[in-house]
């Protein structure tokens, strides 16, 4: 393998790399949003039946 054909595979590897990262930072974001959302879910349960009882 020739040092250019390293460079160009370790310029492929960084570059996928850095999309993954990204797609982690992206995913980590919709997973937090989700749970905040269904723990708003849940109070409002939670709620309604402390309401329904005397």
Do not use: C, T, W
Request: glycine share 2%; charged share 35%.
């Amino acid at each position: 393998m020739k040092l250019s054909d390293y460079k160009l595979q370790l310029a492929k590897a960084k570059k996928l790399m850095s999309e993954l990262e990204y797609l982690e930072i992206k995913l980590h974001g919709e997973y937090v949003q989700f749970n905040m959302l269904k723990k708003r879910v849940n109070v409002d349960i939670y709620k309604k039946i402390i309401n329904e009882f005397p």
